[in-house]
């Protein structure tokens, strides 16, 4: 099986939760498209929101991608928001590739501002999950590593992959745009600053508390026998 572990996808319940919203992260239509606002990064404009699933699911085949999982891009802090709007926006993320077609699989996203529950990894797993998904920045540095540890040891213990994904600490306010900077900036400076302060910090703490918890080639392993155990998953409808 071949497996793209690192994709997005913007379903329609996903656009719908955030257009609703009225601060970052949030979509706002101008000139006849979408518009995302995140709090710390510039608007940027969708191509296309909601994604066409059918044009996806194409461009997999054409690939000869027999998977592609699926992240809510932590870029946009939805994991730092408080209880009920976190909830909102990762149910909607959830909702959406539980509705997608079977090629796609998803990363889990947690609330993280307030009290970690790590059965919501559970819960996760029992759905059309592989694994977690975590921001950088919520690994940034011992403290933080700390501060997840119920949900990674929970993976552990579930022999589930951690995925890291670029974006801000769920416990720190973002920083306001660089001014006058281009729209590559964050991806470029941020990003991989954040990326790096939790490679090390997994270096310094976090591998030795937990060695079975994946680094990225071990994530792939782990993903694909998740993935293939429960590939197609029950109750959602293959296509030709």
């Known amino acids: 099986m071949r497996?793209?572990?690192?994709?997005?996808?913007?379903?329609?319940?996903?656009?719908?939760?955030?257009?609703?919203?009225?601060?970052?992260?949030?979509?706002?239509?101008?000139?006849?498209?979408?518009?995302?606002?995140?709090?710390?990064?510039?608007p940027s404009t969708?191509?296309?929101?909601?994604?066409?699933?059918d044009r996806r699911e194409a461009e997999l085949a054409e690939q000869r991608v027999d998977l592609a999982l699926v992240a809510l891009s932590p870029a946009l802090g939805a994991e730092g928001l408080p209880g009920e709007e976190a909830s909102e926006l990762l149910d909607a993320f959830a909702a959406g590739v539980r509705e997608a077609p079977v090629r796609f699989r998803a990363w889990a996203a947690v609330p993280l501002a307030e009290a970690i529950d790590p059965t919501a990894v559970d819960h996760a797993l029992a759905t059309c999950a592989v694994g977690l998904c975590l921001p950088s920045g919520a690994l940034a540095d011992p403290e933080g590593v700390a501060r997840c540890e119920p949900l990674l040891a929970r993976l552990a213990r579930r022999d589930a992959p951690l995925f890291v994904h670029p974006g801000p600490s769920p416990w720190s306010p973002a920083a306001a745009p660089a001014a006058r900077a281009p729209a590559w900036w964050p991806a470029l400076t941020g990003y991989v600053a954040s990326m790096n302060a939790a490679w090390h910090a997994w270096?310094?703490?976090?591998?030795?508390?937990?060695?079975?918890?994946?680094?990225?080639?071990?994530c792939s392993r782990a993903a694909r026998r998740c993935a293939s155990s429960a590939w197609p998953p029950a109750g959602r409808p293959q296509r030709p």
Do not use: F, K, M, Y
């Not at 270096?203 to 071990?218: L, Q, Y």
């Open 3 to 42: 497996i793209d572990a690192h994709q997005h996808l913007s379903t329609e319940p996903l656009v719908a939760a955030l257009a609703r919203r009225s601060a970052a992260p949030r979509l706002r239509r101008r000139d006849g498209a979408w518009r995302l606002e995140v709090a710390g990064e510039g």
């Open 46 to 53: 969708l191509p296309a929101a909601p994604e066409p699933l």
């Open 203 to 218: 270096a310094a703490v976090g591998r030795a508390a937990h060695p079975s918890c994946a680094c990225s080639s071990r």
